[in-house]
């Protein structure tokens, strides 16, 4: 996993509640079987004027002026900022595959799904929770300012704004373990095996049918 | 020890080890995996050289791409039909409990096959790269849907490291009118709670309405745990679960069996058991439900209207509520039942199962599709629902009807393989989300009852079952 430390970085605002994982990422999009290249296909119904499809040239594609990923201000944002309840729905990876694969590195959300919450740190993608007035105010001054930009420092677990505003976030010390280190859960959790194994056989003894 | 909810026993009866912070590692009995989310997981073991940890964890099947009808031309789709031959020769490397590829008579969706194998049993914990996991909860099983990294964390290690949710209880007292279902119960409980009401809890469904549901009515319930926020829903055991386990091809036997009846019998709630949110709804007062927006909390009883933004208080909602009337196409104040529909899906993990199709084809028999009704497919969620539903002639039902009898799959709920709507098409569906272009970019998807779909296909308009006698 990529490691996360701080982030000095530009802001897209996403103005729109209960982003579902459909719209990060439509379905015909997970007929793949990699894990890169989803990016040119994030939002893709929202970006694009056309019916997109794999293997479609996407740079030739007619995009939706309206979308704001389009908006010229907003290029080279690494940064979403977002609605609440962002990424319900689908249990889709290719969700935070599409979000980093484009370049973000960071979501901040009033709320997230759960499920998405947890698969954006598998991949070095930080979901985080800041009070919806907060959020609020982060939409305001993002749409009021062209070139807006907010660092996100995981170790001292603080947003700040250009004026110097620092809003804390939470995030457990497993999790910030695992990005700052870019740690292999796997790895990790592997270093447990002959606890799993216990659990195990124990579980055979008094459960044999769990594992006929 | 203190009162423990359903979802404290099976919390805690997984925990290999805590960490300080509270992070777990859960132990996983069951894991079901199908072509979609599980390529890149077995590409990871690969290129890490690592072993699947217990191969008889898993059970496996084809559903999402598959098509669902010409099985004799196979899959045309090369993108499909690559995912889904990646799947075979993934299980043929690694090794699985049971395995049913496309066009396998045991082949359905993975949410359907599982129960319906006794793979999925009381008491284990149970996760697939699927949301709609939560179905298993039916059965007083701990189930989740994972991502694909924690796909490649369960085959690799057998554990999930998560942390314990909250404990909600929904309650739902009193008995179901006529003509009002499971799903009914589901998207009214959504429309209450909101579609983020259950994020960072395990929802128990109780109450003397849950108690009244068949397994397959609790099914649709805890399937809809997710529309609502929740990872996990959960019903606690009783006679009707263990009956419907019992004689399962990979369920217990022999004395195996009654040794695991007299476990499954604890999988309840204790009394006086600590919830950190309850919820209560009036069971008998639920009508049955339709969605008009693009969220599953946009809901209608159907002698509702579409509902006015004017009168929402909250401006992130009333921008909400504006798009969703834009991209569906209606406008504030009207009568459901007077909204006309091109299409109906009756299928999916929700509302596929032999009960559904009864329900469906109850109101299907003697009448026929309206002519203003482009099409209506009838995709049961597997190949022995399909089977069990011929026996019993409700294809037969349904063809005469005019509707569409197809092969099993998750077909038009997310249309990923060719059954999808068509921009502006507006589609009466059995599935469980209505998000913008999820049945086909730009397709419009109201979420209803078996029972409701099949009367919109015979009226040609949201019509309300309950008067179709």
Redesign the interface.
């Known amino acids: 996993m990529k490691a996360f430390t701080t982030l000095d970085a530009l802001v897209c605002p996403l103005d729109r509640a209960n982003v579902d994982t459909d719209a990060i990422i439509p379905k015909q999009f997970l007929k793949s079987i990699k894990r890169s290249g989803f990016g040119p296909n994030l939002f893709d119904e929202w970006r694009y004027l056309d019916h997109g499809e794999p293997g479609m040239d996407n740079a030739a594609r007619p995009q939706n002026p309206d979308f704001v990923l389009n908006f010229p201000r907003y290029r080279g944002a690494e940064i979403l900022l977002a609605r609440e309840n962002f990424g319900c729905g689908s249990s889709r990876e290719h969700a935070p595959w599409a979000l980093d694969d484009y370049g973000f590195r960071a979501v901040i959300a009033p709320s997230f799904a759960d499920i998405f919450f947890s698969n954006s740190y598998k991949n070095g993608l930080l979901p985080i929770v800041l009070p919806a007035e907060v959020v609020d105010r982060l939409f305001a001054e993002c749409e009021a300012k062209e070139g807006y930009r907010l660092t996100v420092d995981l170790p001292a677990q603080q947003v700040v704004t250009p004026d110097g505003t620092a809003f804390g976030f939470e995030i457990t010390e497993h999790r910030k373990r695992c990005l700052l280190g870019g740690l292999d859960e796997i790895g990790l959790t592997l270093l447990h095996a002959a606890d799993i194994r216990a659990f195990e056989e124990k579980r055979r003894a008094d459960q044999p049918w769990l594992f006929a | 020890m203190s009162a423990q909810t359903l979802y404290d026993k099976l919390w805690a009866s997984h925990v290999?080890?805590e960490?300080?912070?509270?992070?777990c590692?859960l132990?996983i009995?069951r894991h079901l995996v199908h072509e979609?989310?599980s390529?890149?997981a077995f590409?990871g073991l690969k290129l890490?050289n690592?072993p699947l940890?217990?191969k008889?964890s898993v059970v496996s099947t084809a559903d999402?791409?598959t098509p669902t009808d010409h099985w004799d031309q196979g899959i045309q789709?090369p993108?499909?039909r690559?995912?889904v031959e990646?799947l075979d020769a993934n299980i043929a490397e690694f090794g699985a409990r049971a395995y049913f590829p496309f066009k396998d008579p045991g082949q359905g969706i993975v949410h359907v096959m599982g129960p319906e194998q006794g793979a999925t049993?009381p008491?284990?914990t149970v996760v697939c790269?699927?949301?709609h996991?939560s179905t298993h909860g039916a059965f007083g099983a701990l189930a989740h849907?994972?991502?694909?990294?924690?796909v490649?964390?369960v085959m690799?290690?057998?554990?999930l490291?998560?942390?314990k949710?909250k404990n909600m209880r929904v309650a739902v007292t009193g008995k179901l009118g006529d003509g009002v279902t499971a799903k009914d119960v589901a998207l009214a409980v959504i429309g209450v709670i909101g579609?983020?009401g259950g994020?960072?809890y395990a929802i128990e469904f109780a109450g003397e309405a849950i108690a009244g549901l068949s397994v397959e009515g609790r099914m649709t319930l805890c399937n809809m745990a997710?529309e609502a926020?929740?990872?996990s829903g959960l019903v606690a055991v009783d006679d009707k679960t263990i009956a419907y386990v019992q004689d399962r091809p990979?369920?217990?036997k022999g004395e195996?069996?009654d040794?695991?009846v007299a476990?499954w019998r604890t999988l309840v709630s204790d009394e006086g058991a600590h919830f950190d949110h309850e919820v209560v709804l009036d069971g008998a007062a639920i009508v049955p439900q339709l969605t008009w927006g693009t969220?599953p909390e946009m809901v209608v009883g159907i002698d509702g209207k579409v509902p006015d933004p004017a009168k929402e208080a909250d401006p992130?909602?009333r921008?909400?509520m504006l798009?969703a009337l834009e991209y569906m196409g209606l406008t504030a104040g009207t009568p459901m039942q007077e909204i006309g529909v091109d299409v109906v899906f009756i299928g999916s993990c929700t509302n596929s199962r032999i009960e559904d199709l009864r329900e469906a084809a109850a109101v299907a028999r003697g009448r026929k599709k309206a002519a203003t009704v482009k099409r209506v497919l009838v995709v049961p969620g597997s190949g022995l629902v399909k089977r069990q539903a011929e026996a019993e002639g409700l294809d037969k039902v349904f063809t005469e009807a005019g509707f569409e009898w197809r092969e099993p799959g998750c077909s038009m709920c997310?249309?990923?393989n060719a059954d999808r709507l068509a921009s502006g098409e507006r589609c009466a569906s059995t599935s469980n989300?209505n998000?913008?272009?999820?049945q086909g970019?730009g397709g419009r998807t109201h979420l209803v009852s078996p029972a409701m779909a099949a009367a919109a296909a015979v009226t040609g308009r949201f019509a309300d079952v309950r008067t179709l006698a």
Not at chain 2, 19 to 23: C, I, L, N, V
């Open positions: 290999v080890r960490e300080a912070d509270g992070t590692l132990y009995d979609v989310t390529p890149q590409e890490a690592r940890w217990r008889d999402h791409n789709d993108i499909s690559l995912q990646t049993l008491g284990m790269g699927d949301s996991t849907g994972i991502g694909t990294s924690e490649e964390h690799a290690t057998q554990c490291v998560a942390k949710s579609t983020a994020t960072g997710i926020g929740a990872r990979l369920s217990p195996a069996w040794k695991a476990y969220s992130v909602k921008a909400g798009r997310l249309a990923m989300r998000f913008e272009g999820r970019q």
